[in-house]
């Protein structure tokens, strides 16, 4: 990069430096990625960006970056120039979409979704991100809907039976939660949500002995879900059994208030398109 960066530093439009800047900086920021090194990634991006301002693609993996991140408003800013440099781009208007629900724009994120999905109509990943978005707005059947059709696009998108499971769940009807529940754990048999899913239904039941089996799988497979947590710790409580109760619904605080900092650090945070020190 410092060769092309010396070459375009005399002639900002040369094209070979220009695509040889942004294709090393994307190759090395999702080779760091790979190797868990977010933030590595995010300077390759950055920095690359400093030279070559104005590439669609550059932009759209920054944006991309920005939002895994946590970064939504940078997200939102970087994915709005790549999006003005290449509109109706579907790629960009996925992660606009996503950005948007993190920012809770939900009008800017249905159009968005719709926008995409008006290219991609068979795109299962797509309907579950609408369905996700209708469900926080309590659209519960056209959140449904959404889930379903996931569902039907790809029988292994695990997350749109755990999720028509917990809609299911939350109108009362245990018998097709635990259908959805069972379809995501056919797919996945570890999955935290579907079995914390169906230990609330038994622990709702009085069934206790069988919520703190499914609950003991699920914080085993997820130890950070904090949901399971709360109900492990709850269930244990039930069962007389008070230290680890205790333990439990103590650890479930600790992930409630960890998550909170998180999403506040996120919102603070700032990444600045500035070339780093070489």
Avoid: C
Avoid at 10 to 17: F, I, L
Avoid at 81 to 105: F, S, W
Avoid at 184 to 191: F, G, K, S, T
Wanted: no cysteine; net charge negative; aromatic share 8%.
């Amino acid at each position: 990069m410092d060769a092309f960066e010396e070459t375009l530093k005399q002639h900002p439009g040369d094209s070979a430096a220009r695509k040889g800047e942004i294709d090393t900086a994307i190759a090395e920021a999702l080779a760091a990625r790979r190797a868990g090194n977010n933030d590595l990634a995010l300077a390759f991006l950055l920095r690359a960006k400093y030279w070559v301002s104005d590439d669609a693609e550059l932009l759209l993996d920054t944006g991309v970056q920005e939002e895994s991140m946590k970064l939504t408003h940078d997200a939102d800013a970087t994915l709005a120039e790549a999006q003005r440099l290449r509109p109706g781009d579907p790629k960009t208007l996925y992660a606009i979409a996503r950005v948007k629900m993190d920012l809770n724009q939900s009008e800017a994120s249905e159009q968005a979704w719709k926008a995409y999905l008006a290219v991609k109509p068979d795109d299962a990943s797509a309907h579950y991100g609408y369905g996700l978005l209708l469900q926080m707005l309590q659209r519960t059947d056209e959140a449904q809907a959404q889930f379903q059709r996931s569902a039907e696009l790809s029988p292994r998108q695990v997350e749109s039976y755990y999720r028509l499971g917990e809609i299911a769940r939350e109108s009362g009807d245990s018998d097709k939660a635990r259908q959805f529940y069972g379809a995501a754990l056919d797919n996945d048999p570890r999955h935290a949500g579907a079995l914390t899913g169906l230990a609330i239904l038994a622990f709702r039941a009085k069934k206790y002995d069988e919520a703190e089996a499914d609950l003991e799988k699920a914080v085993e497979y997820a130890p950070d879900f904090q949901t399971a947590r709360y109900y492990h710790g709850l269930t244990l409580a039930k069962l007389g059994r008070k230290d680890e109760s205790e333990k439990e619904l103590a650890i479930s605080v600790q992930l409630a208030d960890a998550e909170n900092a998180r999403k506040a650090q996120g919102k603070r945070l700032a990444a600045q398109p500035t070339r780093p020190q070489n």
